[in-house]
């Protein structure tokens, strides 16, 4: 009687938990229902320059499957310098002596994948001047799925360790994140500190934070993080919000996502409908069980300690100046921990600076990369 009683209860806080999403996610389609035609209205009026880009179809000269040791499958795409430069038998033996430029390996956020650095792939690609190094994230894009139990930073700390330690044991590594990319770094710099003494010769931190967590959204669907705070006594509980929870949240807001997507995620007043429906492509992708089983992982991220071990090593933090996921004071508070960090604020850019504003953070980051070869 009591188990049954038990199962009830639980049964009951569910569906009150999926009513008040439901709610909430009804609230919030009735609040900006004059705003749907917007959504026509900005896919036919912009002059889009990103109209004939081919998203998501960028070559690669090797790609590979990285099993990490909780069993989940990563897929990793690796692009050679036009040199040819690549780590082989020979230097990795000591035959082949002097320096060579960094190997790049780019860590995308939550609800992404590694397609979030499209424009930053296309031009080093077409310079070819470094090795570079992609993978989706466990739950994300190509990469399999945790079998059970929560995604923990921690975790994806070991996820960035296995795919450096398959595609480059050896030689410098410049690590670049963005957004729960970022705070992967960190938990890397956190497990293995040793790595930033002796190969991590660069880090490149955009629109991620070190904690704030109570102001953060971490780019989570706009119905769950709007309405989040006051249910984050769920979120403890975390493993409950699967399937239809979730499900029922974006299926209310799904005709507004689109929309909710520019608002959030963009800072200029008329972004590309192209890049923009990119974007939302890649967060609806997501599925509802890896949005759920990522919850309470970023809603208690604080990492703030693991700073300290990027001290020594040259650091560019960039932010757009109207990220309304994590905002600029959080890239503020990582630059109080890095004094030295070189900071840039992109101006009328949102959450995806990297690609809003592409011609400006690529023109940023290569010279960060030259400045490391001087």
Known sequence: MAAENGRTKAKRRAGIFG??????????????????????????GVGDRYAEEKFGALPYDESCTVTTADGTDIHVEVVEPIDGVEIDAGFIAGVADGPREPTIVFVHGF????GTFHFQRAELTRRGDYR??????????????????????????????????????????????????????????????????????GAVLIATSGGLVEQARFGLPTVISRFGSPLLPLVNNATRLTGGVVDRARIAASDLAWLLTRRYGFGTARPSPALVSYVEKMNSGTTAETVARYLRTLYTHARY??????????????????????????????????????????????????????????????????????
């Open 111 to 114: 609800c992404l994948d590694m």
């Open 19 to 44: 009513a008040v999403v439901g709610v909430a996610a009804a609230g919030l389609a009735a609040g900006i229902a004059a705003e749907r035609a917007i959504v026509r209205r900005s896919k036919r």
């Open 305 to 374: 300690p693991a700073l300290a071990t990027l001290r020594e090593t040259p650091t560019l933090v960039i932010v757009g100046d109207k990220d309304m996921i994590t905002p600029v004071a959080h890239s503020e508070e990582i630059l109080r921990r890095l004094p030295d960090a070189e900071f840039i604020k992109i101006a009328d850019s949102g959450h995806v600076v990297m690609l809003e504003h592409a011609d400006e953070v690529n023109a940023v980051l290569i010279d960060f990369l030259g400045k490391l070869e001087e």
């Open 132 to 201: 570079m190094v992609f993978y989706d994230q466990p739950g994300h894009g190509r990469s399999g799925r945790l079998e059970s139990g929560e995604y923990e930073l921690p975790a994806l700390g070991e996820t960035l360790r296995a795919v450096i330690d398959e595609t480059v044991p050896e030689g410098p590594l410049v690590l670049v994140g963005h957004s729960m990319g970022g705070m992967t770094i960190m938990a890397l710099a956190e497990l293995y500190p040793e790595m930033f003494e002796q190969r991590v010769v």
